[in-house]
């Protein structure tokens, strides 16, 4: 496994709008936590890829509700999009973006409800912003 080379190719995905290539650099940024992640070309590849993720998880979000044709959201991009926001990596720190994002995901996805436990637990409260316990 060479993490040069798989930034590589995922970035010329990314580049070419590939979401599966956008995942894997999500997870190889949030989660994997590689060196060559942390150089300058791995943040700026990262933050590419977690902009198509939101882009596309967006688009599908405001085609719920559109009848047989919605697209539902990809959970694991809004997992991805969410850690991101949650961390302040990749995106800018902002628990209540990352509790939109995970609960977009379902809390039926254990990645999105592992994040809004963590979130709740961690005991984050804002005057207007949505009530955890409607989510968890």
């Known amino acids: 496994r060479n993490p040069r080379k798989a930034l590589e190719y995922f970035t010329n995905g990314v580049r070419f709008g590939d979401l599966h290539a956008a995942k894997n650099l999500g997870i190889m940024f949030l989660f994997e936590r590689h060196p060559v992640m942390d150089s300058e070309t791995g943040r700026r ?5 977690l902009a198509l993720l939101e882009i596309e ?26 850690r991101a926001y949650e961390l302040g990596r990749g995106r800018p720190s902002d628990v209540v973006r990352a509790v939109e994002c995970y609960a977009r995901a379902g809390t039926e996805d254990p990645f999105a409800a592992k994040g809004l436990a963590r979130i709740r637990l961690a005991g984050y409260v804002w005057p207007d912003g949505p009530d955890l316990r409607d989510v968890v």
Request: proline share 6%; charged share 20%; glycine share 10%.
């Open 57 to 82: 998880t967006a688009r599908a979000i405001e085609s719920v509700g559109e009848g047989e044709n919605a697209v539902p959201a990809d959970p694991l991009a809004c997992v991805l999009v969410g």
């Open 45 to 49: 590849a990262a933050a590419e890829a």
